[in-house]
Structure formats: structure tokens, C-alpha cells
């Protein structure tokens, strides 16, 4: 089964500055579909950025960007001048392509971001 | 939004007695899912939807049961609630090929 893991339970970030979450991932799938979603305090799961395994271009998002490190299975998020409204939990998420069937999703147990004033 | 809604926000039942979640969705998606959300396990997958009348198991099913008599709805059922089912509890859709979008959630705490 596939594992995505997440070893940062928390981080923390000055406001203006860079962080980066760390995430990996286990498959023996070749092609496949990685997500980053955010879960303010709020508690609404928000899509922050998608990548495609057979798209060698690292996904971008305003201030979100990934590293996608195919062969080492990582998938590491960089948020770049970090806002106080980026504080939130973040989880990796892992999915395969799917023919008409499931289209599961596996998450990370999630890393918790702080933003400090 | 993706104009997904969930029913209820927030509900306390004893143990023992059965719970019904709904998911609703105005988005004629075709995959529908349902997640728990605990602390130190991140989301996991209950069960899930590719169709009307359409559905199969996740990692979590034990104790849960789903229907999908219509598109637009998907009920999640605990036919005799524990407290080892208190979690809250998300539901998702899809379009096949795309990303996953969650409804705001539904806290379930049995007592």
C-alpha cells in the first residue's frame, strides 16, 4: 500500500520569510498525482497546489512551489514570504491515476505551521 | 466553493445509537467520498463513490456503511455508534482526473 509521510509535525516561520514542509512518499507506480492541501483553524481542507509524476516542471502558485524529487520520492512545499494567514496544518497527499474507477487519496499525518508576527 | 454542503455541522449521540451524515453536492461530480479526520492520523479513507449505487470500501470502513441513491447525495451511516467513531468527519468530490474537493466538515462526538 502506499505511504506518504510527513516527518515535521511543526514548523515555524517568521512572517516575510521562507519555510519549506517536507513530505515523501512510497509507490512502486511510475505515474501518479501529488497534492498539497492547507487546513486553517477553520477546519475547510483547501487544495494549495497539485503536480502531475509525468510533469518534470516544478508546480508553482503565487507564493507556493513545490520540489519534486521523482526518483527520491519526496515532494517538499515551499511557501515564500510567509504570511500570518499561511498558519494552518498542511498535508501531502498521494493519489494514482485511476481508469474509471478509485481515485483514492493517501494523506500525510499533516505538519502544523506557525507564523510568527 | 465546489458547492459541497454537509449535514450536520455538529452532532453528540450516545453510544450505541445509529448516526446519519449526508453529503450533498451541486456539482454533478461523480466521485464522492468520505474521510475521518483524528489527531496524529491525518484523513482517512472510509468509503467512496464512482456512481449512483456505486460505492466500495476505504482503509477505515469497520463499523460504517454508505449510500448513493443519487448523484448529488452520499450518506454515511454508523449503524450503532462507539466512541472510538467520535472524529470528524469530511466528504469530497471529484471529477475524474482532477483534485479532491472537501465539504467544511462534521464534528461527531459519541458519548
Known amino acids: 500500500a502506499q505511504t506518504v509521510t510527513q516527518s515535521q509535525p511543526e514548523m515555524s516561520v517568521q512572517e516575510a520569510e521562507t519555510v519549506t514542509l517536507s513530505c515523501t512518499y512510497d509507490?512502486?507506480?511510475?505515474?501518479?498525482?501529488l497534492f498539497w492541501y492547507k487546513q486553517p483553524p477553520s477546519r475547510q481542507m483547501i487544495l494549495v497546489i497539485r503536480?502531475?509524476?509525468?510533469?518534470?516542471q516544478n508546480a508553482t502558485e503565487n507564493r507556493f512551489s513545490v520540489n519534486f524529487q521523482k526518483a527520491a520520492k519526496s515532494f517538499s512545499l515551499k511557501i515564500s514570504d510567509s504570511q500570518l494567514g499561511d498558519a494552518a496544518m498542511y498535508f501531502c497527499?498521494?493519489?494514482?491515476?485511476?481508469?474509471?474507477?478509485?481515485?483514492?487519496?493517501?494523506f500525510g499525518k499533516g505538519t502544523k505551521l506557525t507564523v510568527n508576527p | 466553493d465546489a458547492g459541497i454542503t454537509q449535514s450536520p455541522r455538529h452532532k453528540v449521540t450516545e453510544t450505541g445509537t445509529p448516526v446519519t451524515l449526508r453529503c450533498h453536492q451541486t456539482?454533478?461530480?461523480?466521485?464522492m467520498y468520505w474521510y475521518r479526520q483524528d489527531p496524529g492520523h491525518g484523513l482517512r479513507l472510509i468509503h467512496y463513490?464512482?456512481?449512483?449505487?456505486?460505492?466500495d470500501k476505504g482503509e477505515v470502513s469497520d463499523g460504517y456503511s454508505v449510500s448513493r441513491s443519487k448523484t448529488e447525495d452520499f450518506l454515511l451511516t454508523l449503524e450503532s455508534a462507539t466512541s472510538s467513531q467520535t472524529s470528524v468527519y469530511f466528504c469530497?468530490?471529484?471529477?475524474?482526473?482532477?483534485?479532491?474537493?472537501f465539504g467544511p466538515g462534521t464534528r461527531l462526538t459519541v458519548t
Open positions: 469530497a468530490i471529484s471529477f475524474q482526473g482532477t483534485e479532491q474537493y
Open positions: 509507490t512502486s507506480e511510475s505515474d501518479y498525482y
Open positions: 503536480q502531475e509524476a509525468y510533469k518534470q
Open positions: 497527499a498521494y493519489r494514482e491515476p485511476s481508469e474509471g474507477g478509485s481515485e483514492k487519496l493517501v
Open positions: 456539482e454533478n461530480h461523480r466521485y
Open positions: 463513490s464512482y456512481g449512483v449505487k456505486d460505492t
